[in-house]
């Protein structure tokens, strides 16, 4: 019995010790930027912990991660593809590196679509007047990001148009106008229940008498499988044309990060209606990862532009799929 | 991937037909194909695996004892465990105060605002006045859009455009109801994160001034995985006696419903689609499991005809058929009470059948019109006996219908076949028919 009670008495020893750590103050420190690391990466160091490959105790927890996120089970099995090619191509030491592996690989599913001609708020190198049509389902945020938009443009001293072609839902006109008072951008407007095709052409005849830099539109909600509601779309796009050409340059599909795997059916039905060019996520700031976007990004090769992080004019930032990548991990 | 969530299912039990017994081989291969179709449809991941887990469980042990087609036996399990994790019965709102005060919760753009509007219109078609309170102080526009709502549906707004304080609105609107005699408020409020201490803070305030009778938490249907957490959220600070599933329109998959149902226990009590006041249904579990299974809902949809048809036209219609007078003027009567039942579409989805036939037909309330112009443009001689249309008449009628004459020729065509089939179908046994079935 002695060599057994031997191990024993060390494993107490031990948990004491570690009891005895825990209770100072720089251990506190320490155990709470542990927790902060104790996300994904993490729980999957532990699994690989002492295996020289990646098994499949590993792999189910990185899929739960993935679907609880959003990501959906066909990007999920992608991501899971692509991460153990590559770990078989390059060796790896550490749980380190095969973190690295796995963000590098998603990061990179992200910034595949990203286009070379990258236009942020200074819109350098863009058309005059930059047009920017806001479409998306109902409640996404749409008229906030627009506020958001607006705002930030005008920091970088960009005058703005911002028409009011969502005529439908209740007092949608005034919410766009608060915010355009907000921001100081030039309203157009035709009231409630008007041609939303109206209201786009005129903002646009609008921005480009007033030799405006942006004119962005806003549209009425609508859920994507209204297939006269997004006639609509198609109609308010070719009446911007009619006055320039190549506009609308941006279309901007809103996408809420809370959305689950309908937002694939929701850029199927946009893009195959109004040509979506660019995603918006946004109410990042709650709990919810929005990884379906990955997804969407990937099939549609669409990329993610702007995310919308809180109800404040400020709360709008430009998308940055390593940061992005980094957060869907730490939960 | 974009299957709905009863397509898919439909898919994996094809996998079991024709085979004689269910064997831990083919059970393996239907599960995973049932757990990935509820992951596509957004049900928790952890509440998808425990599902899967006791179906399978459930199959298994039945194998030895029935000869049923293995498909129809997992149809059944499937079906009864969703039934039971969606909630056993109905649960209709509990009033009881005076006024009942009925507290209205949600993350941002749920559909809160819409919602309130549509209960408050439900009450008011029971012949109830309720009162609608503007606590949404925040969102720009937001007690405009409850006040454009209430004036639509002829509700009273509480509302305070100055005030920026919702405990106060709420209670103001609470003592001007007593004072108006309104049997319920309805209070709106913002929309919040769950995560959001200052502003979970300030709803929780509002609930301890004004005890509601119910708290509703308002959900969008085409919410993913993370409807497990914000339901949790809002339910610890709240408590919340129910959950209303808003945008559950078309293709929503309406996962949410069975996570949410199944991590706070709180029952689901209203249904709310589209943007018409009218639409909102109290939440049937049973239901929304066979229509979630594909077997359609026809009880629904039998209600709906009961709610909107009217009696005694329908009777009239019913014995000018029988007598073959079926004119014009009551087709154009009866396409008009369909339309007021609501969208064609979601209207169809609850036949069973033929809720996965029609996803991709671009059928809806709008494709009437073009019919209901011809028909408009006749007089009423013309709609009584059209066959006094001649090429001139015809003519007049495209013109004023804005169609052409090979449009008003279509229509006539199709209403001579329709009036043909009702012929055959008056000599037919009508009771033969309706019990053959079973």
Known sequence: MGIFDFLKKKKDHESKAIQEKQSSPEANLESGLEKTKESIFGKLGKAIIGKTNVDSSFLDELEEILITSDVGVETTIKIIDRFEARVKRDKYLKADELNTFLKEEITAILDENKSPHFIDFSLAGAAKPYVILVVGVNGVGKTTTIGKLAYNFAQHGKKVVLGAADTFRAAAVDQLEIWSQRTGAIFISKGMNTDPAAVAYEATVAGVDQEADVIIIDTAGRLHNKVNLMNELGKIKRVIQKKIPEAPQEVVLVLDASTGQNAFEQAKQFTAATEVNTLALTKLDGTAKGGVVIGISDQFKIPVKYIGVGERKEDLQLFDAAQYVSTLFNA | ?438
Request: charged share 25%; aromatic share 4%.
């Open chain 2, 1 to 438: 991937m974009f299957d709905s969530l009863s397509k898919r299912l439909e898919g994996a039990f094809k996998t079991l037909k024709g085979q004689g017994r269910i064997s831990e081989i083919n059970v393996a291969e239907t599960v995973k194909e049932i757990r990935r179709a509820l992951l596509d449809a957004d049900v928790n991941y952890k509440i998808a695996k425990t599902f899967t887990d006791k179906v399978k469980e459930e199959a298994l042990g039945q194998n030895v004892l029935t000869s049923v087609s293995p498909g129809q036996l997992f149809t059944k399990i499937v079906n009864d465990e969703l039934t039971q994790l969606l909630g056993g019965e109905t649960e209709g709102l509990k009033l009881s105060g005076n006024p009942s005060v009925i507290l209205i919760a949600g993350l941002q753009g749920s559909g809160k605002t819409t919602f309130s509007g549509k209960l408050a219109n439900h009450f008011k078609s029971k012949g109830q006045k309720p009162l609608l309170a503007a606590c949404d102080v925040y969102r720009p526009a937001a007690i405009n859009q409850l006040q454009v709502l209430g004036e639509q549906i002829g509700v009273d707004v509480y509302a305070e455009i100055e005030n920026k304080n919702p405990v106060e609105i709420a209670k103001k609107a609470i003592a001007e109801a007593k004072r108006l005699g309104n049997p319920i408020v309805i209070v709106d409020t913002a929309g919040r994160l769950s995560i959001d201490q200052a502003m979970m803070d300030e709803i929780a305030a509002v609930k301890t001034a004004i005890q509601p009778n119910e708290i509703l938490l308002v959900v969008d249907a085409m919410t993913g995985q993370d409807a497990v957490t914000t339901a949790e959220n809002f339910n610890n600070v709240l408590d919340i006696t129910g959950v209303v599933l808003s945008k559950l329109d078309g293709d929503t998959r309406g996962g949410a419903a069975l996570s949410i149902k199944s991590v706070v226990q709180r029952p689901i009590k209203f249904v709310s689609h589209g943007e018409k006041m009218e639409a909102l249904d109290v939440f049937h579990p049973d239901r929304m499991a066979s229509r979630i299974l594909g077997m359609g809902d026809i009880v629904s949809l039998v209600e709906k005809a009961q709610d909107n048809f009217d009696e005694v036209e329908a009777a009239r219609l019913r014995k000018k058929m029988a007598k073959n007078k079926f004119d014009l003027d009551d087709f154009l009567n009866q396409l008009q009470q369909i339309k007021k039942m609501g969208n064609i579409k979601d209207l169809m989805g609850m036949i069973p059948g033929v809720g996965n036939k029609i996803k991709d037909l671009d059928v809806d309330n709008e494709s009437f019109k073009g019919i209901e112009a011809i028909i408009q443009s006749m007089t009423m001689q013309e709609r009584t006996n059209p066959e006094l249309l001649n090429g001139n008449r015809k003519s007049r009628v495209a013109k004023g219908s804005g169609s052409s004459v090979q449009d008003v020729n279509k229509l006539l065509k199709q209403f001579q076949d329709m009036r043909k089939m009702m012929k055959a179908m008056n000599k037919m046994n009508m009771g033969k028919m309706m019990g053959g079935n079973k």
